[in-house]
């Protein structure tokens, strides 16, 4: 019976298909912009996540200077961080994985004919640790390196393509600034951040090297901290707060005069922040299937009225008011879950070229595809009910006289 | 031959509108036909007979009054009820044949029985069957855009009759077709009277049609005018 009315359903949709189309297109629109909207929403939520975790999982990072709060203005004299701090992290801190002071300047490398101008960081073999960083080629720096200051450095990708085409620049020697340094490793390609900057425009030194020969100041920007994955970030941050105050006798009374950043956190606030665009985006475009739905309870009460006959004759010769009712709410249902699906086929499309153009992840999600199918299924029932329940209602005496 | 009539009016008014708007179509009907009549229903326009024709068919209900149809008060029945009684025991022929339009003869005849609930092949042989009873084989597969007026009257009266109805209702089945084809239409009836026993109450304002039926009863002014029996009709 049920699959009778929806043949019956299909049959009538099929006769006025120009009609049936454009009461879809309502539907489709509808359906094809919230499914659009909730996959590139969520292919951009991953991709703001991968890129923070490009960073390094679990990464904390320690600067000199207090939190920037909001309406704070610029900052008189900035303790800068050193060799204690470092020294006292290392020493005390537990729970984590990787502990690695980095400084970092902009500085013109040169080999041969070519020159680059790169991002020279002065660090330690637990940077790579800590930024989850492996060596494509070579080795890291050696214990003696550091210490020493030996002026050597591991390279990264888009270094390599600028003097060495794809080739092997291991044993090299570049010049950084005023400084020949012979190249010992190659650093694994990392891609642009989602900030657009390339992180593979980068040379690493032993930060001793870094202080006295590029810097010329024994000053520490930077410390990476790396979270074993058996402690949260929240934890050791508040450990890191704990032995810097320490070490820097900062007393009870007074501000912090360094920062702690947890980039997980800031992860998952980005996240957020993108998925309830997401959601908001998502609900503008349901405002859109809203009208689709008034424009299918008006087709309807257009079918119904001209197959007043249809109904007469069908009431007549023994229909319940109910068999009515289920054929034209069946009709309604098919038309608007026909929209859906179409809907669906074309938001999925959308969702996938602009997943191409802007570089994210395609991130269809069944959950919200069944939502679809649902939803559109609903609106067929919610707004075909009025018009089939006026045709079931019919008197088969003013009916079957209707022309 | 059976005890209690088939149809029973009893004082039976219908009236439609309120206070001087108020239309009375029939006023106080007493009337009882019996199973196996072929009965033709007569009268000018507004003499109250088409009214009279719902009620007969449970499509109407009387506004006072009762009509008994197989013993039970139809006029006091909700119209689902109704419907169920019209689906089970009565066969509709109408002036315009209202059949669906763009859908095969087969399909209009199995349309009655799709309410009842049965399975699609069973439909089928039921549909195949009474259109062969009308004649109207190698025809079942037409839509009605393709089949003449008589074959659209043929294909109404298959649909009238695969549900196996104890009555036909007939609507002025032969007011659209010519006279060669009213006598055809007409010969079928009988012989569906005669045959199968099919109780048959007919309107029709044509007497040469209305001399097929053994009783012949006139309505005016919401009154019956006149009943009369053909002596040769037992």
Redesign the interface.
């Known amino acids: ?1 049920i699959w ?1 009315t929806v043949r019956l359903a299909l049959r009538s949709v099929r ?1 006025n298909a120009l009609r049936s189309f454009l009461t879809l297109l309502g539907i489709v629109i509808g359906v094809a912009a919230v499914i659009a909207m909730l996959t590139i929403g969520s292919g951009t939520t991953e991709k703001v996540k991968a890129d923070i975790s490009q960073l390094g999982s679990n990464l904390l990072i320690v600067r000199a200077g207090r939190p920037a709060a909001p309406g704070s203005g610029p900052q008189q004299t900035i303790r800068q961080l050193g060799e204690k701090e470092v020294a006292a992290l290392t020493a005390h801190l537990e729970g984590v994985r990787a502990v690695s002071p980095a400084s970092q300047k902009q500085v013109r490398v040169v080999f041969g004919t070519e020159s680059l101008t790169s991002s020279i960081t002065g660090t330690d073999n637990a940077y790579l640790d800590a930024r989850d960083w492996k060596l494509a080629s070579g080795r890291p720096f050696s214990e003696s390196e550091v210490r020493g200051g030996i002026n050597v450095c591991l390279i990264g990708e888009t270094v390599r393509q600028q003097f060495f085409g794809s080739g092997d620049p291991d044993g090299a020697a570049v010049r950084i600034g005023r400084v020949s340094c012979k190249v010992v490793g190659l650093l694994e390609a990392k891609g642009y951040s989602g900030f657009g900057q390339d992180q593979d425009n980068v040379v690493l030194m032993p930060l001793s090297a870094f202080q006295r020969r590029i810097a010329g100041s024994r000053d520490i920007e930077t410390i990476y901290v790396a979270a074993d994955d058996a402690t949260p970030t929240q934890v050791v941050q508040t450990r890191i707060e704990d032995i810097m105050r320490d070490t820097r006798r900062v007393t009870a009374d007074r501000e912090d005069d360094f920062s702690v950043r947890d980039m997980t956190q800031i992860a998952d606030a980005m996240a957020s922040a993108t998925a309830t665009m997401t959601g908001m985006l998502g609900a503008v475009a349901g405002v859109s299937l809203l009208v689709g739905g008034i424009g299918i309870m008006n087709i309807m009460l257009v079918s119904v009225t001209e197959r007043t ?2 109904i ?12 009515i009712l289920i054929q034209f709410l069946v009709e309604a249902t098919v038309l608007s879950l026909l929209g859906g699906l179409i809907g669906i086929a074309i938001g999925l499309a959308l969702a996938g070229a602009a997943s191409l153009a802007l570089s994210i992840p395609f991130a269809p999600s069944l959950a919200v595809v069944l939502l679809a199918v649902g939803f559109s299924a609903l609106i067929g029932m919610v707004f075909g009910f009025f018009p089939a329940l006026r045709g079931a209602r019919l008197d ?2 003013e009916a ?1 006289r209707h022309e | 031959m059976s005890l209690a009539p088939l149809i029973a009016f009893d004082k039976v008014w219908k009236t439609y509108g309120h206070g001087e708007a108020e239309v009375r179509a029939l006023a106080g009907i007493d009337l009882a036909i019996d199973e196996g009549e072929f009965v033709a229903i007569m009268g000018p326009s507004g003499s109250g007979k088409s009214t009279a024709m ?1 009620i007969v ?1 449970c ?2 209900t009387p506004t006072s009054g009762h009509y008994g149809f197989m013993g039970t008060d139809a006029g006091r029945l909700d ?2 009820r109704r ?2 009684l ?3 025991y009565i ?2 022929v ?1 002036q315009g044949y ?3 339009p ?1 859908t095969t003869a087969a399909e209009n005849v199995e ?2 029985l ?4 049965v399975a ?1 092949h069973e439909r089928r042989t039921l549909a195949m069957k009474a259109l062969a009873e009308v004649g109207l084989e190698g025809r079942e597969h037409h839509t009605p855009a393709e089949l003449s007026g008589g074959q659209q009257q043929r294909v109404a009266i298959a ?1 009238a009759i695969v ?1 196996r109805p104890t009555l036909l209702v007939a609507d002025e089945p032969t007011g659209n077709l010519d006279t060669a084809r009213s006598h055809e239409i007409m010969q079928l009836l009988t012989s569906l009277n005669q045959d199968a026993g099919l109780t048959i109450v007919m309107v029709t304002h044509e007497a040469d049609i209305a001399a097929y039926a053994g009783r012949t009863i006139a309505f005016r002014d919401g009154h019956i005018a006149s009943d009369t029996k053909k002596l040769e009709a037992a």
């Open positions: 019976m009778e006769r006959r249809e007469g004759i069908r009431l007549a010769i023994g229909a319940h008011e109910k068999h088969p005496i079957l | 719902n068919g499509l109407d119209r689902n419907a169920v019209r689906n089970l066969g509709f109408f209202n059949l669906l763009r349309l009655p799709i309410y009842r609930g699609a649909r549900t």
